[in-house]
């Protein structure tokens, strides 16, 4: 069975030594700037000019493209989704690879932090930043993150 917090870190250190700018976002990083919270992937943003790197650095884990880069009206980002498959087992992990086509995503990019988890340094997008990629988003689920990272109690 595929372990989430496993294929995160494993995915972490090997952004780390293949030297790709990158910053955890999604609902990791909810978990990260506030309180647990369930995610079923693992979404990463990345420069433009490092998503292709990114990309053939997570392939070598095992990781497979199933879908054309997607873009929305007016999202910040272009979306790349990978998937990692155990057949055995029948168990999947999708990780997002968003590359920071906007300014605005560029700029929220450029401002992120680093954060402690277990023995490792992890990057992170700040809250605001957060807020804002989340804001582009219709989804249930993102509004509510939005209320947590504002200092709700969702």
């Known amino acids: 069975m595929l372990d989430l917090y496993g294929e995160f870190e494993k995915a972490l250190e090997t952004l780390e030594q293949h030297q790709i700018n990158y910053a955890l976002c999604g609902g990791l990083a909810v978990t990260f700037l506030t309180q647990p919270r ?6 990463i943003l990345v420069p433009p000019n490092d998503c292709e790197r990114c990309k053939a ?10 879908s054309t880069p997607m873009r929305f009206d007016h999202d910040l ?5 990978l998937t990692k498959i155990d057949a055995s087992v029948n168990d999947y992990i ?3 690879v968003l590359s920071a086509i906007s300014p605005t995503a560029q700029e929220i990019l450029s401002k992120r932090i680093r954060l402690a988890w277990q023995d490792k340094q992890v990057w992170v997008v700040p809250r605001e930043g957060l807020i804002k990629l989340k804001e582009n988003s219709k989804r249930l689920k993102d509004q509510l993150d939005i209320e947590v ?6």
């Open 38 to 43: 369930f995610t079923e992937d693992i979404d």
């Open 57 to 66: 650095a997570l392939l070598l884990l095992g990781y497979k493209f199933f």
């Open 77 to 81: 980002v272009e979306v790349h989704k």
């Open 94 to 96: 999708f990780l997002d």
């Open 149 to 154: 990272l504002k200092g709700g109690t969702s």
